[in-house]
């Protein structure tokens, strides 16, 4: 993530640039330190994971999406774009349900725009390894709170998300998980608790990588599905029809696919339930 800077002949224009440079390397600073103060939800907390082979370098928005998942050698694993603000976003995020009345609440994509029916975000916490953030619904009803972790043996990003009914009724809930997939000629495909994305080692000397999206340990929602999308027409998905256009077998040598992980149960009131996820890269 930065600014690509062009390279001037003149001392003047050379000083210039370089004066440049350090203005935005110092609001970048900036930015890590108050996550509050920035004007759009982009790249805030930067991480790296893994231990002795490649690691999986990623970005948290202030809002709780990826901004950028890649790994250690350049592959990029999540879509991306650039948002109203100019600046690169990722295709990732959360969306979430209510059942009755229906509701849906999403924030799909890091860009202002990507954010419909949720509350300003709050950082609870934030270290070397993490960062944990709040967000309420624009009508109080939910608060979503998610914790990143860099896992500091393999590539991989670990996801806690824990959703609390503000309420006094219980309250059914849909929780989902999605990632539009970096383009190229690409497989995908999904199992109950996993979905993939990868770009296969043919001939044998070539070199594959990919994305897997996994549930970790045991939920406390009683339903939970992965899916896979064809192109961008069935995601990010509704969150009140998260299987809505999802493939019902592997997709080969495609473009921009996605792949989620969705959640249901009941919420009783005031009470919370949590799932773990992980983002784990594959090589």
């Not at 990732?92 to 029916?117: I, K, M, R, V, W």
Request: hydrophobic share 35%.
């Amino acid at each position: 993530m930065g600014m690509k800077i062009m390279k001037r002949s003149d001392k003047t224009g050379t000083s210039m640039f370089r004066n440049m440079a350090l203005i935005g390397a110092f609001l970048v600073l900036v930015g890590c330190a108050l996550p509050g103060s920035a004007t759009e939800p982009d790249c805030i907390f930067t991480f790296a994971s893994g231990g002795g082979g490649p690691n999986l370098q990623f970005c948290v928005s202030s809002n709780g999406t990826l901004v950028n998942l890649e790994m250690s050698n350049g592959w990029e694993l999540i879509e991306q774009y650039v948002g109203n603000g100019g600046l690169e976003e990722g295709a990732e995020g959360y969306g979430l349900c209510n059942e009755s009345p229906p509701q849906a609440y999403s924030n799909f994509e890091n860009d202002t725009n990507g954010s419909t029916n949720w509350g300003t975000s709050t950082v609870l916490s934030h270290s070397a390894t993490a960062v944990k953030i709040a967000r309420t619904t624009s009508d109080g009803v939910w608060t979503l709170t998610q914790t990143f972790t860099a896992d500091t043996t393999t590539p991989a990003v670990k996801l806690a998300m824990v959703l609390k009914n503000n309420t006094k009724v219980d309250r059914v809930a849909y929780l989902t998980r999605w990632v539009g997939v970096n383009a190229g000629n690409w497989n995908y495909s999904s199992t109950h608790d996993r979905a993939f994305a990868w770009n296969q080692s043919i001939p044998v000397d070539r070199l594959g990588f990919g994305l897997m999206l996994q549930n970790e340990g045991m939920p406390q929602f009683g339903f939970m599905n992965t899916y896979v999308w064809y192109e961008f027409g069935g995601g990010p998905p509704n969150p009140c029809n998260f299987a809505g256009g999802a493939v019902d077998m592997p997709l080969v040598n495609t473009a921009y696919g996605s792949m989620a992980i969705a959640y249901v149960d009941t919420v009783a009131a005031k009470k919370s339930k949590t799932v773990t996820l992980e983002y784990n890269g594959m090589y």
